[in-house]
């Protein structure tokens, strides 16, 4: 797999059920669904009601064939037999500590893209390219709070997709309170608090239109 942002060959670690591949360059990652190959067995489990049922499972992932077979069809002599509630209470265990090892595998990697995004995005609201695209979208709202219809404090990103080339409809201008109630509640960060506003609320803008990208 090529990481779409180096043009690298990704490397990749398999584990259970699924693969994660990554890149060593940006620390992109992307979790996929391991092709196991299966190798299917037949296995009679029986269930809490006393009935049984004859099913198909893979002897290296354990993942089970949801249609159950009709048990006239196949000679049950050397038939593998197991317990529905062992076999759900091991491959319950199976998934949960497989999801366990993904998430401590990649965390490293959503420290370092979280890192670097921080990094990034504090430079480029100090840029002059920012406060040019900042003054446009203030300009275009009028000043004004888009949500209660103050004055407007701050510039908001709807979206990061487009980061340092946002289309228009992708930001909007709001107050501090609106900004924090309805986008940030319960997860103000210290960075946001450092950022200046050098907006003068006595400034007048003329309105501006157009979902160009700047």
């Not at 920012?130 to 979208?137: F, L, S, T």
């Amino acid at each position: 797999m090529i990481c779409n942002d180096c043009n690298i060959e990704m490397n990749s670690k398999s584990f259970v059920s699924r693969t994660v591949f990554y890149c060593s360059k940006c620390q992109a990652y992307k979790i996929t669904e391991l092709d196991c190959g299966h190798e299917f067995m037949l296995v009679l489990f029986s269930l809490s009601n006393g009935s049984e049922q004859l099913r198909q499972m893979c002897t290296k992932c354990f993942y089970r064939q949801p249609k159950a077979l009709k048990q006239g069809e196949h000679n049950l002599t050397n038939v593998l037999r197991k317990t529905e509630l062992s076999y759900q209470d091991y491959y319950s265990k199976q998934t949960i500590g497989e999801s366990t090892d993904i998430r401590k595998f990649i965390e490293p990697f959503k420290e370092k893209q979280k890192t670097d995004f921080c990094r990034i995005y504090t430079d480029y609201i100090g840029s002059d390219e920012w406060k040019g695209k900042r003054e446009k979208i203030l300009r275009r709202d009028l000043g004004k709070c888009q949500i209660c219809g103050k004055e407007a404090e701050q510039v908001h990103h709807l979206t990061y997709v487009h980061l340092k080339n946002e289309y228009t409809f992708e930001l909007v201008s709001l107050c501090k309170e609106c900004h924090k109630n309805e986008y940030h509640s319960g997860q103000i960060t210290e960075h946001s608090n450092n950022f200046k506003d050098d907006y003068n609320p006595n400034q007048q803008f003329e309105p501006r239109n157009g979902d160009e990208p700047f």
